[in-house]
């Protein structure tokens, strides 16, 4: 069964950082691309960055470009977001979310964590 656990959020100044981590468990993580979307209050799901299997390949929205950093360590089935110079339009909840086995789409997923809450507040 597929597991995704996400930790690291919290409360942050605008302009600062934070790294989010996500363990994967119940599939080994280097079948299937991975990718975090968010959800602000009162908002849909937005799609954040994707990277593929053995992470190569990288993929941002426009919005985190330039400022959030993802990456994976497959030895230790986990997923990583750097995220830095935090803005207050960053606060989400930010999901880990799994793509399709031995794909290339780094924006399409098929499950989800619980999530990691990020508040950019002074």
């Known amino acids: 069964q597929v597991q995704l656990v996400e930790s690291g959020g919290g409360l942050v100044q605008p302009g600062g950082s934070v790294r989010l981590s996500c363990v994967a468990s119940?599939?080994?993580?280097?079948?299937?691309?991975m990718m975090w979307i968010r959800q602000a209050p009162g908002k849909g799901l937005e799609w954040v960055s994707g990277i593929n299997r053995d992470g190569t390949i990288t993929s941002y929205a426009d919005s985190v470009k330039g400022r959030f950093t993802i990456s994976r360590n497959n030895v230790w089935n986990t997923l990583y977001l750097r995220m830095n110079s935090l803005e207050p339009d960053d606060t989400a909840a930010y999901y880990c979310?799994?793509?399709?086995?031995?794909?290339?789409?780094?924006?399409?997923?098929?499950?989800r964590g619980q999530g990691t809450q990020v508040i950019v507040s002074s």
């Open positions: 979310a799994k793509g399709r086995d031995w794909t290339t789409d780094v924006r399409s997923w098929i499950s």
């Open positions: 119940g599939f080994n993580l280097d079948v299937a691309p």
